[in-house]
């Protein structure tokens, strides 16, 4: 398996894959079909039977009953923030505000930037759309990254 980035999961779960997968067991589609219709989808993925496997897992299963040895649990993950909202200039979120996380900003799914406070300042919970490059149009993701354990993502589009 790859080495993945710390953001695979919620970058996958923001890209749909759950539904792309609870599909693909509802029409008893096989892995390897599975794998060739994600990576049709999403080529820039290039995701393997292993890395569907591990996403599976880190999703709880996703729902699914799944055996077999090796299954582990899902990985705990920070919640995504909440309160999204923008001014002609930046980008905020409003909860959480605690010492424990620090924003990990995307644009269109590409990684932006990584706030320079922890979430219990303000600075620490908004960002300047020109900064990381947010235009009209964009979609501006923030996760929340607590232990090097990168939530789930909070979206919104730039106006």
Known sequence: MKLLKPDFVPRMADRGLDDII???FFHQIGINELRMAINTMHPDLNIDNDEIVYYIEER????????GP???PAT????????LTQSSKSISFTS??????????????????????D?????GRRIDKDSIGAL????????LVADGVVGWWARIEVE
């Open 22 to 24: 609870l599909s693909a």
């Open 76 to 83: 705990p993950r920070p919640d995504a923030p909440t309160g």
């Open 70 to 72: 090796g299954m582990k």
């Open 119 to 123: 979430c219990t300042k303000a600075t």
């Open 60 to 67: 709880g299963g996703l729902g699914l009953t799944m055996t």
């Open 96 to 117: 959480p505000s605690c010492d424990l996380y620090y924003a990990r900003w995307y644009v269109d799914g590409r990684f932006a930037a990584d706030a320079v406070e």
């Open 136 to 143: 009209p149009g964009h979609v501006v993701q923030v996760a």
